[in-house]
């Protein structure tokens, strides 16, 4: 069964059992401000991932209004998704205005060099500095989660984009390829471990974990060089739980 559909289904039955009420009483779960990003179209991976960890947040009870996405295909469908260029996307995070116990969620899945993050709407590469900033705009010194989702994207998680707030999860070392970019694929091989990671991790150091061994079992089975999955985590938020 498709992972968008076990969401929804989760959604409606707690709705059934208990109203919207305990949705909304959850600790952290209305609390986050959120950017996901698809910055290409050339397969259908990227869009389907930012669209089922939306499905995720909304069925643990974030408000849709806090969930801003960005993508690389027309936005026809859905004339609230915005084009993901470098401009609009770096615009959007630094106009979060997180405020003191809120959270901030980042979410970039795409293709990657050791530049940084392909957007195709734009045809650059997200460079870390530049997210970096936009950041430290947005989400001041609330807890951030940042998860990028690409080849190389290791380099995101070193250098200016670490902060004591910043949780960072990246797809692949600095000097690694992620895999799984095929139109054949619902989500590339990182984004449907850590899709199967988040319902079940009480914390997203077990998120990452989770994410990791995933990647690594699946990478072994598919007899490719690892990409080793990277994380760093703030001081403040070392042990930052997802709910």
């Known amino acids: 069964m498709p992972l968008r559909l076990i969401f929804r289904l989760c ?13 909304a009483a959850a600790p952290a779960s209305g609390r986050w ?7 290409d ?7 389907n991932a930012v669209a ?20 690389a295909s027309p936005p026809a469908r859905d004339p609230a998704i915005e084009p993901a260029s470098v ?4 615009r959007r995070i630094a106009s979060l205005q997180a405020r003191p116990g809120e959270r901030c969620l980042v979410f970039i899945t795409s293709h990657g060099k050791q530049e940084g993050i392909w957007l195709a ?11 970096a900033r936009a950041l430290s705009v947005g989400c001041a010194a609330v807890p951030t989660v940042v998860i990028l989702s690409s080849c190389y994207s290791g380099v995101f998680a070193a250098g200016p984009m670490k902060a004591p707030n910043r949780i960072i999860l990246s797809a692949a070392r600095a000097d690694r390829p992620s895999f799984g970019c095929q139109a054949d694929r ?4 990182f984004d449907e471990c850590l899709l199967s990671a988040l319902p079940r991790a009480p914390t997203w150091r077990a998120v990452y974990e989770g994410s990791r061994d995933c990647v690594t079992r699946r990478e072994r089975r598919l007899a490719v060089l690892p990409s080793q999955p990277q994380a760093a985590f703030g001081t403040a938020v070392r042990n930052l739980a997802v709910r």
């Open 52 to 71: 089922a960890v939306s499905d995720w947040l909304q069925a643990d009870g974030v408000r849709t209004a806090t969930i801003h996405r960005l993508s």
């Open 121 to 131: 709407a734009s045809g650059e590469f997200l460079e870390p500095a530049g997210l």
């Open 87 to 90: 401009a609009r996307v770096l």
């Open 33 to 39: 401000q959120v950017v996901l990003v698809a910055g």
């Open 186 to 189: 619902t989500y590339t091989v």
């Open 41 to 47: 179209n050339a397969e259908p991976v990227f869009d």
């Open 11 to 23: 959604a409606a039955a707690l709705l059934f059992l208990g109203g919207g009420a305990s949705l």
